[in-house]
C-alpha cells in the first residue's frame, strides 16, 4: 500500500468495512470491502480488470490473496451458487467464504481491498425467487458483500422482472451484477438489444448495477473450442451501455489465450474476469496450458504433473472416485466436496506446493494479463473520496419509470431478435 500514508489506510480500514462485515468480525484487520470499491479501483487505473478467483477450496483462496498482496492489487473472492450454494459442491460457500477470506487475511498479513462475491445466483423460475428472499439476506448476514443475481435461464422480461423484484433484498452498499443472455449455446450471443433492456429496465426502477455479464462466446469449465470470447462483440455492447455506466464481468475464462484476455482489458469495458476452473486444476497438480484449460493424454485422461499439486497417492484415489462416480471432463470439479478435508490432511509441503501454484498463476494474470497491479490504493482512495463504506452509484436515473411496468416490459420483450439456444452450464 505504499501509495497511501499509514494513517490513509487506517481511516479507510475504519470507514471502508461494511457493517456486515464490522458486525462478523469487529477486531478484524482484514480489507473486506463492497464490490463497488473493485470495480472503481480498476476504472480509475484504467483498461484494467482483476480476478474474481472462484475459491473451490482453500488453497485457491489463500494462493489468489497472496497473489494479490504480491501485485498489490485489489481483487474478489467468490464462489457461484452451484459451488458453494445450498445444493454445493464445494467445501467453500455461500455463509464461510467471508469467515475464511477474514482469517486468512490476519493470518498472513494481507491487507489489499477483497470484496467477496457470490456469483451466478441463479433464478429458474418462480420457486427460486421465493427461496431469494430468505437466502439473499443471509449471504449477506455471513459476509457476502456483493452478488451476480442471475436469471439470464429465463425469458429476457422474466430476466428482468426477477432481477428487480430481488434487488430490494441487496443493500444500497454491495456490489451488484447482472446477467443476459450467458452461457446458451452457438446460437445464444447476447446482443446489443437484449443488454440494453436489461439495464434500462433496471435503471427505471433505481437499480444501478455495477457489471454486466454477457453470453460473448465463453464456455465456462474446460473449453473444447478455441473460438473463445467475442471481443469486439463485447466492445459493441459495452458501447452501447457506456451512458448507465455499467462494467462488464467476463466469465469462463478457460478455453482463451492471454492475448485475448489482454484484448478483454484493453478494449472493453471488462473490470471482473472470472477464473475457476484453472485455479482448481493448478492446485490438484493437473497441467494446464496458457488458455487455462487442463491438457490431455492421447488417452483423453488428465496429466498429472510429477510433484506438483496433491500426492501421486491421492491423485490416483481422486481419479478412481471420479471413474467409479462415471465422472469425465468438467465433471471432476465434483470432486471438491468429498475431497476436501482430505485436501487439508496431506503435509505442509504438500499444502504449500498447491497454494503456490495458485499464487502464481493468480500473480501473472494480475500483473501480465489484466492490468491490475497496484490497484489497491485505488481501491483505498475511492472509500476515502466516498468517506464511507458505501461508494454510491456510477450513474443515475435515466428511463421513466412509467414506460418499465410490468405489461410495457414484457410488450418490450416481444419485439427484441433474442436467439435462446438450448440451455447451458451456467456453472463457473
Request: hydrophobic share 40%.
Amino acid at each position: 500500500m505504499s501509495a497511501l500514508s499509514a494513517r490513509d489506510y487506517q481511516r479507510a480500514l475504519e470507514l471502508g468495512r461494511p457493517p456486515t462485515i464490522v458486525k462478523l468480525f469487529p477486531n478484524s484487520k482484514a480489507f473486506i470491502v463492497s464490490g463497488k470499491a473493485i470495480d472503481r479501483a480498476m476504472i480509475a487505473k484504467g483498461k484494467a480488470m482483476t480476478i474474481a478467483a472462484n475459491g473451490r477450496n482453500q488453497m485457491v483462496v489463500q494462493g489468489a490473496m497472496k497473489a494479490a498482496q504480491r501485485a498489490n492489487a485489489a481483487i474478489i473472492i467468490e464462489i457461484a451458487k452451484s459451488e458453494g450454494g445450498t445444493g454445493a459442491y464445494c467445501a467453500v460457500n455461500f455463509w464461510n467464504m467471508a469467515r475464511l477470506v477474514d482469517s486468512l487475511a490476519n493470518e498472513l498479513g494481507i491487507t489489499v481491498p477483497i470484496a467477496i462475491h457470490a456469483d451466478h445466483y441463479g433464478i429458474k423460475g418462480d420457486a427460486d425467487v421465493e427461496k431469494a428472499r430468505v437466502e439473499i439476506p443471509s449471504m449477506f448476514d455471513a459476509g457476502v458483500t456483493s452478488i451476480a443475481i442471475d436469471a439470464s435461464h429465463l425469458p429476457d422480461a422474466e430476466n428482468l422482472l426477477a432481477s428487480i423484484e430481488l434487488s430490494q433484498y441487496v443493500p444500497q452498499w454491495a456490489g451488484l451484477e447482472t446477467e443476459v443472455g450467458e452461457i446458451k449455446g452457438k446460437e445464444g450471443l447476447s446482443t446489443v438489444e437484449e443488454a440494453l433492456f436489461l439495464v434500462r429496465g433496471l435503471n427505471a426502477h433505481g437499480i444501478f448495477p455495477d457489471w454486466i455479464a454477457l453470453n460473448n462466446g465463453t464456455t465456462h469449465g474446460i473449453e473444447a473450442s478455441d473460438a473463445g470470447i467475442q471481443v469486439e462483440l463485447t466492445s459493441e455492447i459495452h458501447r452501447a451501455l457506456e451512458p448507465y455506466r455499467v462494467s462488464g464481468a467476463q466469465h469462463g475464462t478457460s478455453g482463451n489465450s492471454s492475448e485475448r484476455l489482454r484484448r478483454i482489458a484493453s478494449e472493453t469495458a471488462t473490470t471482473k474476469a472470472n477464473v475457476a476452473t484453472a485455479l482448481q486444476m493448478l492446485t490438484w497438480g493437473v497441467k494446464v496450458n496458457d488458455y487455462g484449460n487442463a491438457e490431455l493424454d492421447e488417452d483423453g485422461n488428465f496429466i498429472k504433473v510429477p510433484d506438483q499439486g496433491v500426492t501421486e497417492g491421492l491423485w490416483q484415489e481422486m481419479v478412481r472416485h471420479a471413474a467409479d462416480k462415471g465422472w469425465k471432463g468438467g465433471d471432476f470439479k465434483k470432486l471438491n466436496l468429498p475431497f476436501e478435508n482430505r485436501l487439508l490432511a496431506q503435509p505442509r509441503e504438500v499444502r504449500e506446493r498447491m497454494i503456490r501454484s495458485a499464487e502464481d498463476f493468480t500473480y501473472r494474470l494480475l500483473t501480465e494479463v489484466f492490468n491490475a497491479r497496484d490497484t489497491a490504493p485505488l481501491a483505498v482512495q475511492a472509500i476515502l473520496d466516498a468517506g464511507s463504506h458505501e461508494l454510491g452509484a456510477k450513474t443515475a436515473r435515466i428511463e421513466d419509470p412509467s414506460d418499465w411496468v410490468p405489461d410495457r416490459i414484457r410488450q418490450r420483450a416481444l419485439t427484441l431478435d433474442s436467439k435462446k439456444g438450448p440451455e447451458g452450464d451456467f456453472d463457473d
